[in-house]
């Protein structure tokens, strides 16, 4: 398994800058799950928010703990890092959505006139006859 990222040119490299996995020595991925993930999501920002979901997952189980000893003391904080993560993947969603929002989609019988319309097409607006008990 190996870490690799130049710059985010290719799919893998851009999943790693948006989550900001960049850093060899503080890697949470392999280039292998990254690529997994790409093959399972289809896109980027929707690998990119599975990532950051599973570490916020990999995290939340996790305590944290403070360890002293003299002047010396070490603690890890799990449970802030898990919270980052989600949050992490809550911004990319929206991130997502800002790239690709939602296309209306318009009935083109509903923008008629009453008169214009094909009644045997159904849409949501009312027209001429529409309570009509016509057997």
């Known amino acids: 398994m190996a870490f690799t990222y130049v710059a985010p040119t290719t799919d893998r490299d851009k999943v790693r800058f948006l989550i900001g996995d960049t850093v060899s020595a503080e890697a949470h991925y392999q280039d292998d799950e990254i690529t997994y ?21 990999r995290y939340a189980h996790r305590s944290n703990y403070s360890r002293s000893v ?5 603690s890890e904080q799990f449970g802030s890092a898990a919270i980052e993560f989600r949050n992490l993947a809550d911004r990319l969603r929206r991130q997502r959505d800002l790239l690709s929002p939602p296309t209306p989609v318009i009935n083109a019988q509903s923008i008629k006139n009453t ?13 001429t006859g529409l309570h009509d008990n016509v057997v």
Do not use: H, P, Q, R
């Not at 993930?37 to 570490?55: H, P």
């Not at 003299?70 to 070490?74: A, C, E, M, P």
């Not at 008169?115 to 027209?127: A, C, E, L, Q």
């Open 70 to 74: 003299g002047d010396l003391s070490i």
């Open 37 to 57: 993930l790409l093959t399972t999501w289809g896109n980027v920002f929707t690998a990119a928010i599975a990532t950051a979901e599973i570490l916020a997952g």
């Open 115 to 127: 008169g214009d319309k094909v009644v045997s097409t159904y849409s949501s607006d009312f027209y």
